[in-house]
């Protein structure tokens, strides 16, 4: 790969961002900092990212700074990080980050119902949030570092995109172990049989811990080897991140 190569795919990679803040300490005025760190990325001629990612509480504020930007506004939703809350509270949640103006809704697989056996209370409860998203795209967190076993993973992957994911996430990285190559080549691989079994395309995200442009390239080139070039656009491809995008700025800068 040329230099000019890796700065056309960083360039690619950083308009594939979900660019996300979900700190204790987040605000409406980070908010609206985040909000202006994404349009800059256009203002300095580079790619702006797909979306911003916020807590619910500031949906609200993200709507007003992004629009007509084309940038999106993602929040978290369904009992982040854990998902122990009861149905009606993750139903509520997500009403509440809609009605505030969401584009995208991530919520997390419960994990504990998934473990213990139960999964079809993991598949009613996705596939209610996504009847509450009908215009909004619904990302499920895996959450693959509690999952564990390769086996444990394409079963969860299979779950969420059989109950209507329109895409499947890594993690919420607010455990150790986030996103890992073993992870979503397991991840990849169950979207590829899903679509050859339904000619539906779902899409898949990176999130945890990815804080380096290798690191990014590693799994862009892991979604082009095993899904193709269609899955490269940011309808079927994000990457949960926070420092990367400011790394690739400065990596296509230096060009």
């Known amino acids: 790969m040329t230099a000019t190569d890796q700065?056309?795919?960083y360039?690619?990679?950083?308009?594939?961002?979900?660019?996300?803040?979900?700190?204790?300490?987040?605000?409406?005025?980070?908010?609206?900092?985040?909000?202006?760190?994404?349009?800059?990325?256009?203002e300095q001629g580079l790619p702006v990212p797909a979306a911003v990612c916020v807590f619910s509480p500031f949906v609200k504020t993200a709507h007003r700074e992004l629009s007509g930007t084309g940038i999106f506004v993602a929040?978290?939703?369904?009992?982040?990080?854990?998902?122990?809350?009861?149905?009606?509270?993750?139903?509520?949640e997500v009403s509440f980050a809609i009605d505030q103006g969401a584009d995208e809704i991530d919520i997390v697989f419960s994990r504990g119902a998934f473990i213990s056996g139960n999964h079809?209370?993991?598949?009613?409860?996705?596939?209610?949030i996504r009847e509450y998203c009908q215009e909004q795209t619904l990302k499920v967190i895996l959450e693959t570092g509690e999952l564990g076993s390769p086996g444990l993973i394409a079963e969860a992957s299979d779950?969420?995109?059989?109950?209507?994911?329109?895409?499947?996430?890594?993690?919420t990285g607010k455990i150790p172990e986030g996103a890992t190559e073993e992870g979503i080549t397991v991840m990849l691989e169950r979207i590829r049989t899903f679509h050859e079994n339904t000619g539906l395309k779902r899409g898949i995200k990176p999130s945890g811990g990815i804080s380096e442009p290798e690191q990014a390239l590693a799994y862009y080139n892991l979604v082009s080897s095993i899904l193709?070039?269609?899955?490269?656009?940011?309808?079927?491809?994000?990457?949960g991140a926070s420092?990367?995008?400011?790394?690739?700025?400065?990596?296509?800068?230096?060009k």
């Open 7 to 9: 700065w056309d795919i």
């Open 11 to 42: 360039s690619r990679i950083l308009a594939l961002i979900d660019f996300t803040s979900l700190d204790g300490t987040d605000n409406d005025q980070s908010t609206i900092s985040l909000c202006l760190k994404a349009i800059h990325f256009g």
């Open 75 to 92: 929040t978290v939703a369904g009992g982040f990080p854990h998902g122990q809350s009861p149905i009606q509270a993750k139903l509520e």
């Open 120 to 128: 079809q209370q993991v598949y009613d409860e996705i596939a209610v």
């Open 159 to 171: 779950l969420a995109l059989k109950a209507g994911a329109d895409f499947i996430k890594t993690s």
């Open 228 to 239: 193709g070039e269609a899955w490269l656009s940011k309808d079927l491809f994000r990457i």
């Open 243 to 254: 420092r990367l995008a400011g790394k690739l700025a400065g990596r296509i800068l230096m």
